[in-house]
């Protein structure tokens, strides 16, 4: 059932006989949906469904198609009753690592900023970007710093309510896009681009890497009386563009 380690597919994390935790690769859906094109993006539930030959699996949570972290898998619909209630509790803890362009001057802080659709026109070409408005839907995100590099930072990101692209647009709403984000990024055509001619060469020259460097790093939740916790180590395309952050910080200080 188990994946080459460096392979680029979905790998268990944690085995539990209600559920699954596994690893989510950048570019896998969550599950699958219905597509336009003739090429349909891989989808986690599909696969591991196709691993487990268990046909009841479902996911009590989502993430982002180029997020990359742990996500969990229900074997069994109560299993899946458990963990929504669970959810809506707010009992599940999620920690987030994103890799931002900016270095912020706080150490950590608590944005508690409304979220909500912003509507097309007044620069906005995105149907679906969020943004803090006066009416959203309330959101609360805990920030902190972990390191900083070249022009960039290394933040832990725990979200505490679940709104959509909250890590995303609440970091954008305080001048720290993700890099290689198509929607809240620097760049506001990458979007568009992408859904016209796909990732080219030049759309990841221009964003830093092909896709948003967030990755869905812990999950910790209570479970038959006991905590569990399941950590997903940094991917190698995040690891690899931090890295090199500290190779153009000693060619700069180097003169």
């Known amino acids: 059932m188990g994946t080459e380690p460096g392979a680029n597919l979905p790998r268990p994390l944690l ?12 570019g896998w859906l969550t599950h699958p ?22 046909s009841g699996l479902g996911p009590p949570h989502r993430l982002d198609r180029e997020t990359s972290g742990t996500i969990l898998l229900s074997r069994d619909p109560e299993s899946a009753r458990r963990f929504f209630v669970l959810f809506r509790q ?21 944005l508690d900023a409304p979220l909500g ?12 970007r969020q943004g803090v408005i006066p009416d959203g839907k309330p959101a609360v995100t805990r920030l902190r710093v972990l390191e900083r590099r070249a022009g960039h930072a290394l933040i832990e990101a725990r979200p ?21 984000d ?21 759309l990841t020259r221009r964003l830093g890497l092909p896709r948003q460097a967030l990755h869905a790093a812990a999950l910790h ?10 950590r997903d180590s940094l991917p190698g395309d995040m690891q690899g563009f931090w890295d090199g952050l500290a ?3 000693l060619q700069r200080a180097g003169g």
């Open 15 to 26: 085995e539990h006989p209600d559920f699954y935790a596994l690893h989510k690769p950048a």
């Open 33 to 54: 949906v219905r597509s336009h094109g003739s090429a349909r993006a891989p989808d986690l539930v599909s696969y591991w469904q196709g691993q487990t030959g268990e």
């Open 90 to 110: 707010q009992l599940v803890s999620k920690t987030y690592l994103a890799i931002v362009q900016g270095e912020p001057r706080w150490a950590e802080q608590e």
């Open 117 to 128: 659709e912003l509507g097309l026109g007044g620069g906005n070409r995105v149907i679906m």
């Open 160 to 180: 505490r309510t679940g709104r959509l692209h909250q890590i995303r647009a609440h970091l954008y709403h305080l001048g720290l896009p993700l890099v290689g």
């Open 182 to 202: 198509k929607i809240y990024g620097t760049d506001p055509d990458a979007f568009l681009e992408f859904r016209e001619t796909g990732q080219t060469p030049e």
């Open 221 to 230: 939740f209570p479970w038959d009386g006991a905590q569990v916790r399941v």
């Open 247 to 249: 190779e153009t910080s």
